[in-house]
């Protein structure tokens, strides 16, 4: 369970840097992962996004620091709050009053504990997988950067599919039947510009206003799932995370994330593949 050591020595960083810059690229290296793999798989395992959980941290500090004591202007600047109104709007947010309030004895204040994962098998619903490993292989099709905020690229790719999706059909053609479908593929590097591509498996030369990209060769657990997107994907994919991963011996590696779709367009039940990049633990 050494990716558990790992992740918790990430948490670690973040509580000790609550009052300080917390890098989102540090937070992947004490992981292991890269920084959109991290906030990506802790909304999973914790229930709420990096982000939120970062704020409420910061302002379960604040309240106590102001209940010590402390001004409210120096409150805010610790917190890295450039002005007094910005830390308002935040500490109500979390705590439902005024910082100035929070010094008067009786007032009810919010806390919210660090978190620090730790191993729970589940096991209610079985899952199957397979380990597969592929050379490297090339896609071909529509792209777009990969903000390094998960937040905001959950919200980004739907769009993305939304946006595109009419031309998709233009590049059924090129499909190499090794890899039928079509793909959702996340490159999550860690020191290069990130895309999502919407794309298929080919050799074929990309047509105008595509990309041609290499996917690099990898080993992943294929997990096949059906239902309503973009839900049904995003459900099978916290389940891989939160229930098989943490007891499987493997851990996130550096490569793509891959989504594959396998029904017609429009289809009611979707048809799908979950490609997760995987190592063994402690890379053996």
């Known amino acids: 369970m050494d990716w558990l050591k790992h992740w918790n020595k ?43 959980y970062i704020r409420r941290r910061r302002m379960t500090r604040a309240a106590a620091d102001l209940r010590a004591g402390d001004k409210v202007l120096d409150v805010a600047l610790r917190y890295g709050y450039d002005s007094p109104t910005a830390f308002n709007r935040a500490f109500q947010a979390v705590h439902g009053l005024a910082p100035s309030l929070a010094k008067q004895d009786g ?42 905020d998960a937040e905001e690229s959950f919200q980004m790719v739907p769009r993305f599919w ?3 999706g009419q031309r998709v059909g233009a590049l059924i053609p090129l499909i190499d039947p090794e890899i039928p479908g079509v793909l959702g593929v996340s490159t999550c590097h860690r020191d290069e510009e990130n895309y999502y591509y919407i794309a298929v498996a ?21 997990f096949s799932g059906t239902g309503q997107q973009p839900t049904a994907i995003q459900e099978l994919q916290k389940r891989i995370v939160s229930e ?3 007891d499987s011996g493997y851990e996130w590696a550096q490569a793509p994330d891959v989504e594959v779709y396998q029904s017609e367009p429009g ?18």
């Not at 899952?127 to 990969?146: A, C, D, K, N």
Request: charged share 25%; glycine share 6%; aromatic share 12%.
């Open 267 to 284: 289809a009611e039940e979707q048809r799908f593949q979950v490609w997760l990049p995987i190592q063994k633990a402690n890379g053996k």
């Open 162 to 164: 939304a946006e595109v």
């Open 107 to 148: 007032v009810k204040l919010k806390a919210f504990p660090r978190i620090r994962f730790k191993f729970v098998l589940k096991g209610d619903t079985e899952m199957e997988y397979q380990i597969v490993s592929r050379g490297e292989f090339r896609i071909v099709g529509f792209r777009t950067p990969l903000a390094i």
């Open 202 to 222: 080919s050799n074929a030369p990309a047509p105008e206003g595509t990309h041609a990209w290499t996917v690099p060769a990898a080993t992943w657990a294929v």
């Open 244 to 246: 098989w991963l943490p």
């Open 10 to 52: 990430a948490l670690d960083y973040l509580e000790e840097n609550l009052d300080g810059e917390i890098s989102l690229e540090e937070l992947g290296r004490l992981a292991g992962c890269s920084p959109y793999h991290f906030q990506r798989m802790f909304s999973y395992l914790a229930g709420v996004p990096l982000k939120e």
